[in-house]
């Protein structure tokens, strides 16, 4: 498990783009007073939509003596969401910090990043290597690779693609010509915009039926 190199505490707001909220978030917490934190997440999605929009407006207009911490996490932002936010986030009310968690900065309005500094603290993918012993992969590794991936951009899509090249080739696993090929041709569908799961799905499934036929 990696870990996340975080700054002690943050007295500002922002927006961290992590590998995982709820992790993020347990880290993070303990470094805030009890009484002046508050949490805001959908409980039964991964999605930030207006409802947790609604409350923490609500929550950022009760007065505060002290200076109130509000965590607003999500792995997805809901647009709505987002937009409801906007006003409150440009000028918050006195003695309110907001800290955004998500996984991507890709799913935040320009509107919403361009008001808040970002933090990026996603660790390289590249380094999750034992999750992917293509020598040994079956079903159950290509799951819970991509449950945990399900969310990535474009970019961390290749990443993992070059990566899992970089595997085949520590571990000596000679491939064909038509192999090879499959990992050019995920690189180009990424390229051209092609859903990330959907080529990483594709790709995982491939190396391990040529491993089983092996």
Known sequence: MWKINLLNFIDHS?????????????????????????IIKNEEKDE???TQANL??????????DIKYIFL???????????SLLKVLEE???????????????????????RLPYKYLKKSLLKNESLLNINKLDLKDIYNFLKENQKISKNEAKDI??????????????LSHKELDFFSKSIKLLELNSR????????LLFLANQKNKH
Do not use: W
């Open 92 to 114: 918050p009310p006195r003695n309110v910090v907001f800290i955004i968690i998500t996984n991507s900065k890709t799913s935040m309005l320009p509107t919403i990043y361009s």
């Open 48 to 50: 930030f939509q207006i």
């Open 56 to 65: 923490a407006i609500k929550e950022a207009y009760i007065a505060s003596n």
């Open 14 to 38: 922002c927006i961290l783009i992590v590998n995982d909220v709820e992790l993020t978030l347990s880290e993070l917490i303990p470094k805030y007073p009890l009484h002046s934190t508050r």
């Open 73 to 83: 996490c999500g792995a997805t932002f809901r647009k709505e969401a987002q937009n």
């Open 161 to 174: 693609v070059e990566s899992i090249l970089l595997k085949v080739n520590n571990q000596k696993i000679k």
């Open 196 to 203: 990330p799961i959907n080529v990483l799905t594709t790709l």
